[in-house]
């Protein structure tokens, strides 16, 4: 028997994926620590109760579009909101109908690595933009590489993962500028972790610019199993991301949990609050150990780097899983932290401190 080869240009990428090692302390791939309220789940599971399982879910995921413009802190409204299995889904979406053959979306490395996968798994040519030495997006290069390369998609993710980095209002008002005066593309910025930053792209989203903004429920409303993310966008582009992706994708039991999850907003943002003081907590504990860098961060998580150590290894061996990131080029030595409970952050400093102090030894 021979089955068929999978497609010629995907032969040679692998797959995306997070090692998970079964350990004590588990930092490593940016999850909420706390579930989210038991409230929560009684006012879903009571929802989900009312459903009416034999029909095909509000294929145009009406209520909570309405209730995602509603909440949004910027004018907005249902027309302009998109939403998907995860913000995964929705980067997808945007490259299905933005990108493919013949056009190409743009990536400031070191970024989150599923902008460039989901590129090239939807056939769109990668073009790869390299960050300044401080990790930030140089507004002058990235402008000349945009009217070079004319991608079709340009993706910002800010807070980046994995560095931490917010970008700032005026470099993404420069991209936006240049995203314009260079050609048809569209500018979409990341916001997985906005809620932990301290300004959002969202307020300079209209219907006459080509700027996406996406979100997820995955990280600040600890339903990373629900899978659940959303774009805020001008309807016109919204209107497109509706038409094409897959009928009824999004299922009746997560559009009622991303409901649900809008009345626990103030428990949310309690959370959010909690990471962002461990956060900073973690930072200064971190930052004043010997040959340990700290980046600075606006999300749930830290960037650190540890000279010659092999901490990734070390940390693993006691019983603490991170996010290694030592092979990725500019990230040499880093490892990424995200932050967990106050015990469990506890437990990673004092784990930390041990590693150095015997290998001082
Ligand atoms: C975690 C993360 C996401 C979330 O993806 P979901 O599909 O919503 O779970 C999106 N973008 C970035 C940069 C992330 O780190």
Not at 45 to 55: K, Y
């Amino acid at each position: 028997m021979s089955l068929p080869e999978r497609r010629a240009d995907l032969r040679e990428l692998s797959s995306y994926h997070s090692p998970q090692v079964d350990v004590p302390v588990r930092l490593n791939t940016n999850e909420s620590p706390y579930p989210p309220p038991p409230e929560f789940v009684d006012a879903w599971l009571q929802a989900l109760r009312e459903v009416p399982l034999n029909r095909y879910p509000d294929r145009t995921v009406r209520l909570l579009r309405e209730a995602l413009a509603d909440t949004n802190p910027f004018d907005c409204s249902a027309e302009q909101v998109f939403c998907g299995n995860g913000s995964n889904e929705v980067l997808q979406t945007l490259l299905l109908v933005y990108g493919g053959l013949g056009r190409s979306a743009l990536v400031f490395e070191p970024t989150y690595s599923l902008h460039s996968h989901i590129a090239r798994v939807t056939g769109t040519e990668v073009v790869i933009g390299e960050r300044s030495s401080d990790l930030t997006i140089s507004p002058t290069e990235a402008t000349a590489l945009i009217a070079a390369k004319r991608p079709a998609v340009v993706f910002i993710c800010s807070p980046n993962n994995p560095t931490g980095i917010s970008e700032t209002r005026a470099t993404v008002e420069a991209l936006l500028s240049a995203v314009i005066d260079h050609g048809s593309g569209i500018l979409v910025v990341d916001e997985a972790y906005g809620e932990f930053s301290d300004w959002s792209a969202r307020e300079l989203v209209s219907d006459d610019l080509p700027l996406v903004v996406t979100r997820t429920y995955s990280k600040v409303w600890s339903l990373a199993a629900v899978r659940l993310g959303f774009a805020v966008g001008p309807t016109e582009v919204i209107a497109n991301l509706n038409e094409f992706v897959l009928p009824y994708h999004l299922s009746a039991s997560t559009q009622a949990a991303g409901l649900c999850a809008l009345d626990f907003t103030n428990e949310m943002q309690k959370r959010v609050e909690m990471i962002v003081s461990e956060r900073e907590r973690l930072a200064a504990a971190l930052g004043r150990l010997p040959g340990i860098t700290v980046y600075p961060s606006g999300a749930n998580f830290l960037l650190v780097r540890a000279l010659g150590l092999d901490l990734w290894s070390q940390l693993v061996g006691r019983g603490v899983l991170v996010r290694d990131f030592s092979t990725r080029p500019r990230l040499e030595d880093c490892l990424r932290i995200t932050i967990g409970t106050p015990e469990e952050n506890t437990i990673l400093i004092s784990t930390i401190a041990a590693i150095l102090e015997e290998t001082n030894l």
